[in-house]
């Protein structure tokens, strides 16, 4: 199983792919920091299973570099374009926050998760909230990750 990681927060991506590399047994995992490297990646190689942070830079951080205009809905944005493209692949989203958007397009964290159910009913496979303290998030991401090694 190839498995793709678009997480920005340093701390949390380490812990996700630490977490697969450990749990899940044989999978292939890339880490990447932004959008614009979400979407290359994809391009180059579609992932069996995307695990999306929710508001993204655009693009990666350089040391003196900016990263862009931000994106609040960067993970949804990912999901949409994905399904424009006709792509096969699955996404969990795994974030911290429990608000996105901006301006027009806020969200709790629930009206999130419906809206995604919604729209990218063949892609998304639900939110998880990520907390460095619980455990809870781990064992949600890791039910993910085996239920999908189970269809293959």
Same mark, same amino acid.
């Given at each position: 199983?190839?498995?793709?990681?678009? @997480?920005?927060?340093? #701390? &949390?991506?380490?812990?996700?792919?630490?977490?697969? #590399?450990?749990?899940? !047994? @044989?999978?292939?995992?890339?880490?990447?920091?932004?959008?614009?490297?979400?979407?290359?990646?994809?391009?180059?190689?579609?992932?069996?299973?995307?695990?999306?942070?929710?508001?993204?830079?655009?693009?990666?951080? *350089?040391?003196?570099?900016?990263? +862009? %205009?931000?994106?609040?809905?960067? !993970?949804?944005?990912?999901?949409? &374009?994905?399904?424009?493209?006709?792509?096969? *692949? #699955?996404?969990?989203?795994?974030?911290?926050?429990?608000?996105? +958007?901006? !301006?027009?397009? @806020?969200?709790?964290? @629930?009206?999130?998760?419906? %809206?995604?159910?919604?729209?990218?009913?063949?892609?998304?496979?639900?939110?998880?909230?990520?907390?460095?303290?619980?455990?809870?998030? &781990?064992?949600?991401?890791?039910?993910?990750?085996?239920?999908?090694?189970? %269809? &293959?």
């Amino acid at each position: 199983m190839n498995i793709l990681v678009v @997480e920005d927060d340093v #701390r &949390k991506g380490d812990a996700i792919v630490a977490l697969l #590399r450990e749990e899940a !047994g @044989e999978l292939g995992v890339n880490l990447v920091r932004s959008y614009q490297s979400g979407m290359r990646s994809i391009s180059e190689s579609v992932p069996d299973l995307l695990i999306l942070d929710m508001s993204l830079p655009n693009y990666d951080a *350089t040391p003196g570099q900016r990263s +862009g %205009k931000p994106r609040p809905l960067g !993970g949804f944005e990912i999901m949409r &374009k994905i399904r424009r493209r006709g792509l096969q *692949t #699955r996404a969990v989203v795994v974030t911290q926050l429990d608000h996105f +958007g901006d !301006g027009g397009h @806020e969200y709790d964290f @629930e009206g999130l998760n419906r %809206k995604c159910h919604e729209e990218f009913p063949d892609t998304f496979l639900g939110s998880i909230y990520y907390a460095q303290s619980s455990s809870d998030w &781990k064992l949600k991401l890791i039910d993910v990750v085996v239920a999908l090694q189970g %269809k &293959k």
